[in-house]
């Protein structure tokens, strides 16, 4: 059994059991995390399906981190509230994951030369990047939460400078951009010595 399957499978089973524990402890903010983590980590098999698009072992590892970190370590356990690192460690990470996807859609029309697939990857992971930026900010909209830290009242300042002249909102979307920028950009000099 590949490292990968059996990465899945036991990645797959403790949400499963995330779940689980969730629904008999009537902890349903938790359950609805971890149910949702459960989903979406079978995107990359998905997506090979439907779309033939094979994505790699590594950025799919990258994936599982970043969506178990901010979906359900973050979010329901607001472990963005607690770590003054964590946001941008999520968003360095999806810099890094989301450039192998980029790189495992620009790689399947074979035929293009190392430099237009390393840019595409680079150039996927940051338009991803901004969606979820956007999706955020909508989020905070409809659901009147914070997570772009630009509500005038918040209870964390761990996004924000004492001495930042910006509002927290600003500073939070920059930070994030910058990490998901360095993050892609690592991960695009790397790759250029395994395609």
């Given at each position: 059994?590949?490292?990968?399957s059996?990465c899945e499978?036991?990645?797959?089973?403790a949400?499963?059991?995330?779940?689980?524990?969730h629904?008999?402890?009537r902890?349903?903010k938790?359950?609805?995390?971890?149910?949702?983590v459960?989903?979406?980590?079978?995107l990359?098999e998905l997506l090979?399906a439907?779309?033939k698009?094979?994505?790699?072992?590594f950025?799919?590892?990258v994936?599982?981190?970043?969506?178990f970190?901010?979906?359900y370590?973050?979010?329901s356990?607001?472990f963005y509230d607690k770590?003054?690192?964590?946001d941008r460690?999520?968003h360095?990470?999806s810099?890094?994951?989301?450039?192998?996807?980029?790189?495992?859609f620009?790689?399947?029309g074979?035929g293009?030369i190392?430099?237009?697939?390393?840019?595409?990857?680079f150039t996927?992971?940051?338009?991803?990047?901004?969606?979820?930026?956007?999706?955020?900010?909508?989020?905070?909209?409809i659901?009147?939460?914070?997570?772009?830290?630009w509500?005038?009242v918040?209870?964390s300042?761990?996004?924000?400078s004492?001495k930042a002249?910006?509002?927290?909102g600003?500073?939070?979307?920059m930070?994030?951009?910058?990490?998901?920028?360095t993050?892609?950009?690592?991960?695009?000099?790397?790759?250029?010595?395994f395609i």
């Amino acid at each position: 059994m590949k490292l990968l399957s059996l990465c899945e499978i036991i990645f797959r089973c403790a949400l499963f059991a995330l779940a689980v524990y969730h629904i008999f402890k009537r902890e349903f903010k938790f359950m609805k995390s971890a149910i949702l983590v459960l989903a979406l980590s079978f995107l990359p098999e998905l997506l090979n399906a439907v779309f033939k698009i094979r994505i790699d072992s590594f950025s799919i590892l990258v994936y599982f981190t970043i969506i178990f970190m901010a979906l359900y370590l973050g979010s329901s356990y607001r472990f963005y509230d607690k770590y003054k690192w964590w946001d941008r460690a999520i968003h360095f990470l999806s810099g890094i994951g989301f450039a192998g996807f980029g790189i495992a859609f620009a790689g399947t029309g074979s035929g293009f030369i190392k430099l237009v697939i390393l840019l595409f990857g680079f150039t996927f992971s940051v338009t991803l990047h901004v969606i979820w930026e956007v999706l955020e900010y909508i989020s905070d909209c409809i659901t009147h939460g914070n997570a772009q830290r630009w509500q005038k009242v918040h209870t964390s300042n761990n996004h924000v400078s004492e001495k930042a002249l910006q509002p927290a909102g600003l500073v939070d979307t920059m930070n994030d951009a910058i990490c998901c920028i360095t993050g892609a950009g690592l991960s695009i000099l790397v790759w250029w010595f395994f395609i």
